[in-house]
């Protein structure tokens, strides 16, 4: 007999279901599990893990979603074969943004790691300069560190200066009657950082004047924009003044200068700090006294007599009951009151228990707590269940939001089921048979060699047209193409388009002549390109999914790391595993593995369990480390 079981929730927030409480949602009056499919356009589509762009379904661990614009102007693209997890959108376009940068909508290689944009192309701020007006950069090879840019040429800021003549900038002495009043030299702490913008344009007002011809009203209108490429802009008010070819209010706005662009910015922002304009920041709270030596808010309290009573979780609604309640931290007596999570109530003797924000005693009747949802009028024996509903386990079986009338037994999801008969995969019961396996909320036979489990997606190798042995799991996707690339860290795998110069650093896949790695750390290589022969071996996990039977069943080991070294890794509580023979020996402590070159080990977490042989270390993405164990046992151990 199965009895939906209704109930009410007098204070706290709505109760969030287990994942293997199989939460369905609703998509055009169709009920769908969201792990296996999603709603996108109205349509629903198969697959895990999917994410909606726009009307289209992806999958963000092998692509990319970019959205541009609102209402009828909303666009949205996927590109495939660069997860989301480390891309970033330049325009509808996505790029890697360690090895690419966003230039005027423009994606580029980064010829450095710290590249910055000139126009639509990136230089190397140490070595080139980005030189001409904003509308037509150029980027030209740096003379010195103390040559800057006048138009698309360089002077030395020691001996001469940038001046403007017959609309066009000239190079002169520094001694020139020109260079004081009319440079037009950038201040020297703008090339590198943010800045305002107001001295350039004092300095070029003349200039501005004379380009913008003589039906030109200051009262009225603005010349805006650089020296070569003006537009006369319609003043929005007295305050407002240039920036770039638009204007700003300056009485809430800031124009500031950086990689080589104006932009208007809230006087609150960080380029704005750097010209000298203070930050805004909270009116400091009083100093408190002895003996009031401490603070709730901005009140002062004696803390031998008094406490502070403030909100520590967030997620629940605000209560309706007789305590008084505010977000306002709030000083009181613990002799005469209590204080639950931001909520003062009048204590009682039997009262020291809170539930929520509401208090209550273990010594009541009838009442239960349940993730600090405070029930009423319950029943002697009554328990919480998992996902924390009140029943009574004498009188059934609580699966998740339904209470079964059969008491002592076992639930998978909202239904029973027989453990003997029955294997329960993530809420989903299936007939147990040797051999079988959980794959997510499905079951496979781990010896069937035309069945493949990657991250909890299960997938039948014969429908891709591929063997067992020739098919790779990355993360939750099986290797389709000859052409890709898995790069994996401690905790993720990704899996990336085959590039000529690139390689593995945990789940990062760079650029060797910008990039170096080692350990799983990348650092910038010290001159950009050289050296690219001698870095040819990757830094990224093996995954226990993917070792071939002969290389998983033979003797393999699991342990602890305890510490790592530049030369060798400790383990502790080690055990060596074979497989083929379904034995479990325990090795002495410590256990040392010899690191010639550790560089080409992954970064590694001491406190945590690993698998690993006499030469790598291997991840187990699908398992925690007693289920690699039982993993290794049935696919290896033929009785």
């Known amino acids: 007999m199965l009895l939906l079981f209704c109930f009410i929730i007098l204070c706290g927030a709505a109760i969030e279901p287990k994942e293997a409480c199989g939460h369905r949602e609703n998509c055009m009056g169709i009920e769908y599990d969201p792990r296996e499919f999603v709603c996108c356009g109205n349509k629903l589509h198969r697959g895990t893990g999917l994410s909606c762009c726009g009307q289209q379904a992806f999958n963000p661990d092998v692509a990319t979603c ?101 609309d066009s900038p000239q190079i002169q002495p520094i001694h020139s009657s020109c260079c004081p009043e009319n440079s037009a030299q950038i201040p020297q702490h703008v090339q590198h950082v943010s800045t305002t913008v107001s001295q350039l344009q004092k300095s070029t007002a003349k200039a501005t004047l004379k380009s913008c011809g003589k039906g030109f009203d200051a009262e009225t209108h603005l010349c805006c924009g650089p020296f070569l490429n003006k537009n006369i802009l319609t003043r929005k008010s007295s305050d407002h003044r240039c920036c770039g070819h638009d204007q700003y209010d300056t009485k809430t706005e800031h124009c500031c200068w950086h990689d080589g662009t104006f932009w208007r910015q809230p006087l609150r922002s960080s380029c704005c700090a750097v010209s000298g304009v203070r930050l805004q920041t909270p009116t400091r709270e009083p100093n408190c006294p002895e003996p009031r030596t401490h603070r709730c808010g901005v009140s002062c309290y004696n803390p031998k007599e008094f406490q502070c009573c403030e909100i520590t979780q967030t997620k629940h609604p605000r209560c309706s009951h007789s305590g008084h309640c505010d977000s306002t931290p709030t000083i009181f007596n613990p002799l005469t009151h209590i204080c639950c999570n931001g909520c003062v109530s009048e204590r009682k003797p039997w009262m020291d228990q809170c539930c929520g924000q509401a208090p209550y005693g273990l010594a009541q009747r009838s009442v239960l707590c349940c993730n600090s ?128 110069g690139y390689q593995c650093c945990g789940h990062m896949y760079y650029n060797i002549s910008l990039w170096s790695c080692c350990a799983g750390k990348l650092s910038p290589v010290q001159q950009p390109g050289e050296h690219l022969d001698e870095m040819t071996t990757e830094c990224t996990f093996l995954s226990v999914n993917n070792l071939n039977k002969i290389h998983l069943c033979n003797k393999i080991k699991i342990g602890t790391i305890q510490s790592v070294s530049p030369h060798s890794i400790v383990f502790n509580n080690v055990l060596e595993i074979h497989g083929t023979q379904a034995t479990v020996e325990a090795l002495p402590s410590p256990y040392m593995l010899q690191t010639p070159n550790h560089c080409i080990f992954p970064k590694l977490t001491p406190g945590k369990t690993y698998i690993f042989d006499e030469a790598q270390v291997f991840s187990d993405f699908n398992r925690d480390s007693l289920q690699s164990i039982y993993f290794i046992m049935s696919k290896c151990f033929h009785s």
């Open 66 to 166: 970019c959205e541009e614009g609102q209402g009828s102007t909303f666009t949205a693209t996927v590109t495939q074969g660069l997860s989301g997890r480390v891309s970033a959108c330049c325009g509808l376009e996505a790029y890697n943004p360690l090895n690419e940068i966003c230039c005027q909508s423009t994606v580029v290689a980064k010829p450095v790691p710290m590249a910055q944009c000139c126009g639509k192309g990136a230089f190397d701020v140490e070595n080139q300069r980005c030189c001409g007006p904003l509308y037509d950069k150029k980027i030209v090879t740096m003379a010195s560190t103390h040559h800057q840019c006048c138009g698309y040429t360089q002077y030395d800021t020691m001996s001469q200066c940038c001046c403007w003549t017959d």
């Open 373 to 500: 949802t405070l029930y009423k009028d319950r029943e002697d024996g009554d328990e919480c269940s998992e996902i924390g509903i009140p029943y009574n386990p004498a009188k059934g079986t609580m699966c998740c939001s339904q209470l079964h009338g059969s008491p002592g037994q076992h639930c998978c999801g909202t239904e029973l089921y027989q453990p003997h008969s029955e294997i329960c995969c993530d809420g989903r019961r299936h007939r147990r048979e040797e051999h079988r396996h959980c794959c997510g909320i499905g079951v496979y036979n781990v010896n069937d060699p035309q069945m493949k489990c990657c991250g909890g997606t299960l997938y039948n190798l014969t429908s891709l047209g591929k063997s067992g042995p020739d098919a790779l799991c990355c993360g939750s996707i099986v290797q389709k193409e000859l052409n890709q690339v898995c790069c994996s860290s401690e905790d993720t795998e990704l899996l990336y388009s085959n590039k000529r």
